[in-house]
């Protein structure tokens, strides 16, 4: 069971718009920071989003990331069938315990 | 453009010390405010944070997995290191080395598969 709360899967068709959320309490998300990583099959974890809305050199603007309250979400515009992964949101938690945590992971299908 | 590759042993017996190591290449370990980090992914699974090391030698471990880990830094070697100890089959993953420097882990090692098997 993740700490921070993501749909396990979400499809849409090739040129339309998706978004993920992320789900977590007032001791993550709500304080902290939101990143994006974007995971293709068989490779490591690429950074897409950091400090909820901004996007590393090379990402282009189709994909954006926003946060309110204690979620966050990921937008991707313009899918395309390279976009078909698995793409997981990260933060601090300050909790008693402090440590990073991840949500479960998004399986993102590109019909 | 710094560059993370991990090494270590790829299968592991129950009970025994998992030890790994995650060579920099294109810059030192020695500068910069970074936090040295090892992730890991359990077959089929999501991402787990282990834990990470400080430029300054700082160290912050997961708490559930505080009691078995230890991360370090070798500045002669350009190398940070991870020892698990007392393993178990729920250790077996991809482990992945990593830095965070925006808050966020924005450079990742291509990752090294560790089994725990008899």
């Known amino acids: 069971q993740s700490v921070l709360t993501q749909p396990p899967s979400v499809s849409a068709a090739p040129g339309q718009k998706v978004t993920i959320s992320c789900s977590g309490s007032s001791s993550n998300i709500g304080n902290n920071y939101v990143s994006w990583y974007q995971q293709l099959p068989g490779t490591a974890p690429k950074l897409l989003i950091y400090?909820?809305?901004k996007r590393p050199s090379g990402i282009p603007d189709r994909f954006s990331g926003s946060k309110s309250g204690t979620s966050a979400t990921l937008g991707i515009t313009g899918l395309q069938t390279g976009d078909e992964a698995d793409y997981y949101c990260g933060t601090w938690d300050s909790s008693l315990s402090a440590h990073w945590v991840f949500g479960g992971g998004t399986k993102l299908t590109v019909l | 453009q710094v560059q993370l590759q991990e090494s270590g042993p790829g299968l592991v017996k129950p009970s025994q010390t998992l030890s790994l190591t995650c060579t920099v290449s294109?810059?030192?370990?020695?500068?910069?405010?970074?936090?040295w980090s090892w992730i890991r992914q359990p077959p089929g699974k999501g991402l787990e944070w282990i834990g990470y090391i400080y430029y300054s030698g700082s160290t912050y471990y997961n708490p559930s997995l505080k009691s078995r880990v230890t991360i370090s830094v070798d500045t002669s070697k350009n190398q940070f290191s991870l020892k698990l100890s007392s393993v178990t089959a729920a250790d077996t993953a991809v482990y992945y080395c990593?830095?965070?420097?925006?808050?966020?882990?924005?450079?990742w090692g291509q990752g090294t598969m560790v089994t725990v098997s008899s």
């Open positions: 294109g810059g030192s370990i020695s500068s910069g405010d970074y936090y």
């Open positions: 990593a830095i965070n420097r925006m808050d966020a882990f924005d450079i």
């Open positions: 400090d909820n809305n």
